[in-house]
C-alpha cells in the first residue's frame, strides 16, 4: 500500500481544526499513532474521537506550543511510549496589520506563537528522531514568498518558518532526517468564515466569492487537500525530498502577476 504508515508515531500541533485536523485524520488513515497537542486539549478531542472511531489511534494532549517547558514535557512523555518518527508544526495564530498600525505586542503574540513554537517542538523532537531518521513537515503559507496586503508580521513568521525548515534540513542530513515546509493559499477553514462573518457581517456570500477568486484556479482550497499533501511528504515514497517548499495555493504565487 503506498503512504502507508502503519506503526509510525506521529505528533501534530494545532489538530483540533482545519488543516491540522485534516492533517490528523490522513495520516491516521494510514496507519499512524497521532498525538495532537492543543493550546486546549477539548480542542481536539472531536478529531481524536472521529480518527478512534474509525479504527484509527490518536490522542490529545493540552500544551501551549509557545512555552517550551509544557513542550518538552509532552514530547518527552510522548517519547517514553513511542519511537517519535514524524512531527507536524501546524500550530498558528493570524494578524491582520501593515508595520504602523502593528502593535509590539502583536509582533510578540505571532513570534511566540509563529515562529518560537516551530522552534521548540523542533528543538523537543529532533534529538529522539536523530537515533531513528524521522520527518518534520512545517506550515509555512504563500505570505513567506510574495507581498500580501496587511500581513505584516504574519508573513515575517512565515518567512522564518520557511528559513528554518530549509536550515533543519541541511543540518540534519546525516542523521536520515528530512525536513520540508507546505505554503498554503487561501483554505476554506473555520477561521475564514470566523473572519469574514466577524468582519462583513450581511455580506458573507459576496465576501467568500471575492476572497475565493483571489486564487486564479477560482476557489479556496480544502484542508483535506492540504492534508493529502502532508501525508505524501511524510510518506517513504517522499524519501528523496527535503529542503523543499511545497506551494498549494491554486496558481496564487505564479499565476497572479
Do not use: W
Not at 522552534?119 to 510574495?146: D, L, R, T
Not at 466577524?198 to 465576501?207: A, Q
Amino acid at each position: 500500500m503506498k503512504f502507508n504508515l502503519e506503526g509510525k508515531t506521529t505528533i501534530v500541533t494545532g489538530g483540533g481544526s482545519g488543516i491540522g485536523r485534516a492533517i490528523s485524520i490522513a495520516l491516521a488513515e494510514q496507519g499512524a499513532h497521532v498525538h495532537i497537542l492543543e493550546l486546549k486539549e477539548e480542542f481536539a478531542e472531536e478529531t481524536v474521537d472521529e480518527i478512534n472511531a474509525n479504527g484509527g489511534k490518536s490522542i490529545a494532549y493540552a500544551c501551549d506550543v509557545a512555552d517550551q517547558a509544557q513542550v518538552k514535557i509532552k514530547i518527552d512523555s510522548i517519547s517514553k511510549k513511542d519511537q517519535i518518527d514524524i512531527l507536524v508544526n501546524n500550530a498558528g495564530i493570524a494578524h491582520i496589520g501593515n508595520v504602523e498600525n502593528t502593535q509590539e505586542s502583536d509582533l510578540d503574540r505571532i513570534y511566540n506563537v509563529n515562529v518560537k513554537g516551530v522552534y521548540n517542538c523542533i528543538h523537543a523532537a529532533i534529538p529522539f528522531m536523530k537515533e531513528n531518521g524521522g520527518v518534520i513537515i512545517n506550515m509555512a503559507s504563500v505570505a513567506a514568498i510574495v507581498g500580501v496586503n496587511d500581513r505584516f508580521a504574519y508573513s515575517m513568521s512565515k518567512g522564518a518558518v520557511l528559513t528554518m525548515t530549509y536550515s533543519v534540513a541541511k543540518d540534519y542530513l546525516d542523521f536520515g532526517i528530512r525536513c520540508n515546509s507546505i505554503s498554503p493559499g487561501r483554505v476554506h477553514t473555520p477561521f475564514v468564515d470566523g473572519f469574514i462573518a466577524e468582519n462583513y457581517p450581511g455580506k458573507e456570500k459576496e465576501m467568500f466569492e471575492k476572497l475565493s477568486k483571489t486564487q486564479p484556479i477560482g476557489r479556496m482550497g480544502t484542508p483535506e487537500e492540504i492534508g493529502n499533501l502532508a501525508l505524501y511528504l511524510c510518506s517513504d515514497e517522499a524519501s528523496f525530498i527535503t529542503g523543499t517548499d511545497f506551494p498549494i495555493d491554486g496558481g496564487f504565487i505564479k499565476l497572479n502577476a
